[in-house]
């Protein structure tokens, strides 16, 4: 069982700037992908970005391409997610996923983000 917990969401106006940060409970956290999702209200859950456990692979979603970075610290068994130049549309609940091969994958519950004036 792997427990994620994120943190670091909040009210941004737009064009701001927010770092999320999801921490592991595994001993065994460089072998997982992590992955972060979103869902917006009245919407289906979206996928933001991922990297894979040694973080040398990343994938985005093209709507935050050029403006969102996945990194993740093994030795702190956390994965971050700094979001830059956010927008309106960008407010959601965003969550953190663990994966790997052979197993269902776990989730966090959830950090709102939330882009107003």
């Known amino acids: 069982q792997v427990q994620l917990v994120e943190s670091g969401g909040g009210l941004v106006q737009p064009g701001g700037s927010l770092r999320l940060s999801c921490a592991a409970s595994t001993r065994s956290f460089s072998i997982y992908t992590m992955g972060w999702y979103r869902q917006a209200p009245g919407k289906q859950r979206e996928f933001v970005a991922q990297i894979t456990g040694g973080g040398i692979g990343t994938d985005y979603a093209d709507s935050v391409k050029g403006r969102f970075t996945i990194s993740r610290d093994n030795a702190k068994n956390t994965v971050y997610l700094q979001m830059n130049s956010l927008k309106p549309e960008a407010t959601a609940v965003y969550y953190c996923?663990?994966?790997?091969?052979?197993?269902?994958?776990?989730w966090g519950q959830g950090t709102q983000v939330t882009v107003s004036p």
């Open positions: 996923r663990a994966w790997r091969i052979g197993i269902n994958p776990y």
